[in-house]
């Protein structure tokens, strides 16, 4: 009883001790975002300061360079949105596929399946220099199209391979009774199996959008300064002689907050995408 | 004209053959029963002839017609699966209409006629209350005459049903199997049907496919299986709750032939004897005889003269099954009436003689051939 009592409350320490360090930087953030230069400037951290929103103003509302924040927002929100679009339209056919159709052997259906995976394991890094190259003389540099290309590197391995476990845990027989109603492979997929794992595919959009829109070394190498998303635009505050750090602290936070409200919105259907298995009738 | 031919279908999964040359026959308007225990391919058998599985090899023809190579959906059956495979995202009237609203049957039919002919099949099963409701929100009985409107409201040529009451309980399989029994008659339409129960095969089925470990063991009429089972296998699976055996040899004393154990000895009639010695070199005989074709007693007659005691017993209402302690084996019987009995009480026992099955021992083969006539054997 009293060992089960000092478990617990090591438990909640341990897990109060991690929910810091995790929320500190973000915390520490938003007090910088609110706070004037003098009040970050000052040689011990203050905690007790006049709050101000300056900041935000700056770069939502203000004039010149600090203005175009808002057009990095549009960026961000164009390439990773078209980009989860079309990873989701090329990998959840791809996933059904994979875990449904016939091939001459199941172990080329699992080395498909593990070679795009390994796509998600490999460095970004080892791919940006041929990359470059042929983007150069494709002209796709500087171009939405290009960043939105690159980024399936990101969106398609996830995609497939969660949309392939997804499909992989629906009975086969829901499969085998419609194709004996009279339905062929597209209508028995659009019909029954797609309607099944609609909640977890939302979850995997969601995961696909986060991951596309927290990319940096694809914009940092592909994107000039029409099509920069947000993680490579806030780079932009820090100057030659001085760094904005009221102003890049706005912008980080509000950046942040689309991954936050999708994340929240995918825990909930993460949950329903889990538990799926256990309810159906 | 034969609606379902199966000729010489073989089909394996890795090691494993699952279904062994397997031949039969099914006429227009028959109801075909797939009999036989867990693994020996009924549901193979279905998957093959639904398409749902390709065969290695032989030849499956529907309707007059090679299938082989055609997909499920153009062979134009119905299937209930064990499971059900009720679409769990769709109500029970979305269940029942989705294979009139099949791409290529969608045409013939308008919505308001899609409704009406739901509405008509769920009225016959007893659903008609049911049709708002998710598959999840059912119970057994009725997620089971959800699956079958599905595959009625079709009028396919054929129907493939896989054990579609295994899962129900008694009561519920006992009503069940007089209604489907009735329906098919009705509709007038080819049934094959799997189960591993002899009385549901022989409630439902005007033919029986008897098979085990994939390979065809007998086909016949019901009551053909059960007079003249084949061999000791499709005998044991007509037996209720399960056959007797006893291990004989057949042995020449005075020029009389017995068959014997330690327990018993049977007289044969010379004719008889003749046949075994014919076809058995060894002279080994397994006895079979059915725990209904026991006869008990409190007291010794002629019809019950043999010594033995009661192990334990069942009594289930209007009938009374025995488990009998009779020299080195332990007997069922099944008694039509109720008589007052106690373990271990002393009783004796006869064989109603006429039914008594003789089978070669090694091959299991029934030696008395159909018609056969060859006196009778005695204590």
Request: contains cysteine.
């Amino acid at each position: 009883m009293q060992k089960e009592k000092i478990r617990r409350i090591l438990l909640y320490v341990g897990a109060i001790v991690v929910t810091v360090i995790v929320l500190f930087p973000f915390f520490w953030i938003f007090l910088n975002s609110i706070k004037s230069p003098i009040d970050i400037g000052a040689a011990y951290p203050k905690f007790i300061f006049h709050a101000i929103s300056e900041n935000y103003k700056d770069i939502l509302l203000g004039t010149g360079a600090k203005s175009s924040f808002l057009k990095y927002l549009k960026n961000s929100l164009i390439i990773a949105g078209l980009g989860t679009l079309l990873s989701f339209v090329v990998s959840v056919p791809a996933g059904y596929a994979l875990a449904r159709l016939k091939l001459r052997s199941e172990k080329t259906k699992n080395n498909i399946a593990f070679t795009l995976l390994s796509f998600w394991f490999g460095p970004e890094l080892a791919i940006l220099i041929p990359l470059y190259t042929m983007y150069s003389y494709l002209g796709l540099t500087n171009t939405y199209m290009g960043l939105i290309i690159a980024y399936q590197v990101i969106g398609i391995p996830l995609g497939v391979w969660i949309a392939r476990s997804f499909f992989g845990d629906i009975p086969l027989e829901l499969a085998e009774a419609a194709s004996i109603d009279g339905y062929k492979l597209w209508h028995i997929f659009w019909k029954i199996d797609l309607p099944l794992v609609r909640p977890g595919l939302a979850a995997l959009a969601v995961l696909i959008f986060i991951f596309q829109w927290n990319n940096f070394v694809f914009a940092l190498v592909i994107a000039g300064e029409g099509t920069m998303p947000v993680t490579l635009a806030i780079l932009g505050f820090i100057g030659y002689s001085s760094v904005l750090w009221g102003q890049m602290s706005a912008a980080i936070i509000i950046s942040i907050i689309p991954a936050i409200i999708l994340a929240i919105m995918a825990q909930k259907y993460l949950v329903k995408g889990l538990t799926f298995g256990a309810v159906r009738g | 004209m034969q609606e379902i031919v199966s000729k010489n279908v073989w089909k394996s999964f890795g090691i494993i053959t699952a279904v062994k040359g397997l031949s039969f026959e099914g006429e227009k308007g028959q109801t075909l029963v797939i009999l036989g225990p867990s693994g020996a391919g009924k549901t193979t058998t279905l998957r093959l002839i639904a398409g749902l599985e390709e065969l290695d090899q032989g030849e499956i023809y529907l309707g007059g017609k090679l299938a082989n190579d055609l997909l499920p959906y153009q062979r134009n059956l119905a299937m209930t699966f064990e499971s059900y495979a009720l679409y769990p995202h769709m109500t029970v009237s979305e269940n029942i209409a989705f294979p009139l609203k099949a791409p290529e049957r969608k045409a013939n039919y308008s919505n308001k006629e899609i409704k009406e002919k739901v509405r008509e099949v769920a009225q016959l099963l007893g659903i008609d209350e049911l049709l708002n409701r998710m598959p999840r929100e059912l119970s057994g009985g009725q997620r089971q005459r959800v699956a079958l409107g599905r595959t009625l409201i079709k009028e396919p040529r054929i129907f493939l049903f896989d054990e579609p009451i295994a899962h129900l309980d008694a009561k519920l399989r006992h009503r069940m199997r007089g209604e489907m029994k009735r329906l098919f008659k009705t509709l007038n339409s080819t049934v094959i049907y799997t189960t591993h129960d002899y009385i549901e095969a022989s409630a439902i089925g005007d033919k029986v496919v008897v098979i085990n470990k994939g390979e065809l063991q007998q086909v016949g009429e019901p009551q053909e299986i059960y007079n003249h089972p084949i061999n000791d296998f499709v005998f044991g699976l007509t037996c209720d709750p399960s056959a007797n055996f006893f291990q004989c040899k057949l042995v020449k004393r005075n020029e009389g032939y017995y068959l014997e154990n330690e327990d018993i000895t049977l007289s044969l009639p010379k004719k008889l004897a003749n046949k075994i010695l014919l076809s058995n070199a060894e002279r080994e005989i397994r006895l079979g005889i059915r725990p209904i074709d026991i006869v008990v007693s409190t007291i010794r007659s002629e019809k019950a003269p043999l010594p033995a005691e009661i192990y334990t017993f069942e009594p289930l209402g209007s009938k009374l099954i025995i488990t009998i302690k009779f020299g080195q084996s332990l007997l069922k019987a099944k008694l039509g009436e109720m008589m007052k009995v106690d373990i271990d009480q002393k009783i004796w026992i006869g064989f109603s003689m006429a039914r008594l099955y003789l089978f070669d021992l090694k091959t299991g083969i029934n030696i008395l051939k159909n018609g056969d006539k060859y006196g009778s054997i005695s204590i």
